[in-house]
């Protein structure tokens, strides 16, 4: 069971066109808040990051953002923020953000989203992180990324182990409560490792 008080959501600066992806967002937003976890994200005031942090702050949460100072006007830093790191650059961020966060959910987004996602995901399974990770799959967004996480362990080029990592559901409810209920004791699987 792993118990945690900080979420940190990755997902786009844009809006998309699906208004799922927005009704998602919010009702992800009002549980972080009604459950007291504060949201670390990546600091922007636009799309559904914009969305996301508005929404836990309306419903009295605590929101934490981290950006870079290049990306600060870029993507409309959001200055109503609880608390609003400047950093100075992508790799700090992400760093930052990892760091802050005791669990991992990714929305839809665009290669922002899904670098920092695979990134989490490779840092649990080589033992630098031990963190829940898990993507909101509104409309069967992440179903592709799904199937080709299936493929590489049906061609063993990832273990199974690793794969379980990765948490998906549709509802962001059942997906916060899997996150919670998510044992990370296990111990990573390396291809051509005995398995015990």
């Known amino acids: 069971m792993s118990e945690f008080s900080r979420v940190c959501v990755f997902c786009a600066s844009s ?15 009002r549980l972080l808040a009604e459950r007291d976890l504060e949201l670390v994200y990546g600091g922007g005031a636009v799309g559904l990051m914009g969305v996301i942090a508005d929404t836990v702050m309306d419903h009295g949460g605590r929101v934490t953002g981290v950006i870079p100072r290049n990306l600060f006007s870029r993507e409309v830093g959001h200055r109503s923020l609880t608390v609003l790191e400047e950093v100075d650059s992508m790799h700090v961020r992400k760093a930052r953000m990892y760091d802050l966060a005791d669990a991992f959910i990714a929305l839809p987004g665009g290669f922002g989203t899904l670098e920092e996602l695979a990134e989490t995901l490779t840092w649990n399974q080589i033992g630098l992180l031990k963190k829940p990770v898990g993507v909101l799959d509104v409309g069967g967004f992440w179903q592709p990324l799904l199937e080709l996480l299936d493929s590489m362990v049906a ?42």
């Open 155 to 196: 061609k063993e080029i990832l273990k199974p182990a690793n794969r379980e990592v990765l948490l998906a559901d549709a509802s962001p409810e059942a997906l916060l409560d899997a996150l919670q209920a998510q044992d990370l004791t296990y111990v990573p699987k390396w291809i051509g490792d005995e398995d015990i």
């Open 15 to 29: 809006p998309g066109n699906d208004p799922a992806l927005i009704d998602a967002t919010i009702e992800l937003g």
